[in-house]
């Protein structure tokens, strides 16, 4: 039983978002494996935030969803973000809180080998519209809802 305990804690971490206004509003506690790294189009990953200060550490564990993968292209407006056309993210409710008007994060890239779109469910969310692409390294593990 102990080896079982030793093989779970060296996996697995639970994280708990306790933040008013979720990103992914329907869920709190996640199951994160951090043996699952491959990154998977529309998968829930916990990644390090990095260069995100004063808001966030570096090293702050963050959790997303992956909407863009190497080679997307990415189209980024005060209306909405498109990833290969595809509607991801709408708005930019926070602009206005990080006191940078919305236009400022407008932006048309293709992301990069390693880099990786990430976005929030909630038009709150604190997202890639305004970091922009998270390098593969900064990938903690493969996220899994839990209640």
């Given at each position: 039983?102990a080896?079982?305990g ?19 509003p329907?869920t ?13 189009k ?16 570096d ?6 969803r992956?909407?863009?993968?190497p080679g ?14 595809a ?15 919305e ?23 604190f ?21």
């Amino acid at each position: 039983m102990a080896l079982v305990g030793t093989y779970a804690m060296m996996r697995y971490r639970i994280g708990i978002d306790t933040q008013q206004e979720r990103c992914l509003p329907d869920t709190t506690v996640y199951l994160i494996d951090l043996w699952n790294k491959e990154p998977v189009k529309d998968g829930l990953y916990a990644f390090h935030s990095k260069g995100l200060a004063p808001l966030y550490n570096d090293g702050t564990r963050m959790l997303k969803r992956l909407t863009g993968m190497p080679g997307d292209e990415v189209n980024v407006t005060p209306e909405h973000v498109l990833v290969n056309g595809a509607e991801v993210s709408t708005g930019m409710e926070l602009a206005q809180r990080l006191g940078v008007a919305e236009s400022q994060f407008s932006r048309s890239l293709t992301l990069q080998e390693n880099e990786y779109w990430f976005s929030g469910e909630a038009a709150t969310s604190f997202d890639s519209r305004y970091w922009n692409a998270v390098k593969r390294e900064q990938i903690v593990g493969r996220a899994w809802p839990l209640w």
